[in-house]
Nanobody, 121 residues
Framework: QVQLVESGGGLVQPGGSLRLSCAAS?????????VGWYRQAPGKQREMVAT???????NYANSVLGRFTISRDNAKNTVYLQMNSLQPEDTAVYYC??????????????WGQGTQVTVSS
């Protein structure tokens, strides 16, 4: 089992920005894995937001394309999600997880507590 901890969420006004962090714990070396950010809004299914492979290839949901950027810092054993131009529809609990690169749906880690992002004026 891999163990990832999400942080960086909070309350932000529309148009604002947040940077979420997905930090690997223990001896887990995040650079060896594809990692995705997922979110779940109240009453909705969990959806993929952005993914990054171990080689650095990225993919984004259409709803966040051009606004969010996923990146990794292997030295810090962390994957980030830079979220710009946030809108109320981005409000959700955000999770990170490892996945098999053939499909972001094929997550391989344990879902954690996530980090709450609330976009509201």
């Amino acid at each position: 089992q891999v163990q990832l901890v999400e942080s960086g969420g909070g309350l932000v006004q529309p148009g604002g920005s947040l940077r979420l962090s997905c930090a690997a714990s223990g001896t887990f070396f995040i650079s060896n894995y594809a990692v995705g950010w997922y979110r779940q809004a109240p009453g909705k299914q969990r959806e993929m937001v952005a993914t990054i492979t171990s080689g650095g290839t990225t993919n984004y949901a259409n709803s966040v394309l051009g606004r969010f950027t996923i990146s990794r810092d292997n030295a810090k054993n962390t994957v980030y999600l830079q979220m710009n131009s946030l809108q109320p529809e981005d409000t959700a609990v955000y999770y990170c997880n490892t996945y098999i690169p053939i499909s972001a749906r094929l997550t391989t880690g344990t879902w954690g507590q996530g980090t709450q992002v609330t976009v509201s004026s």
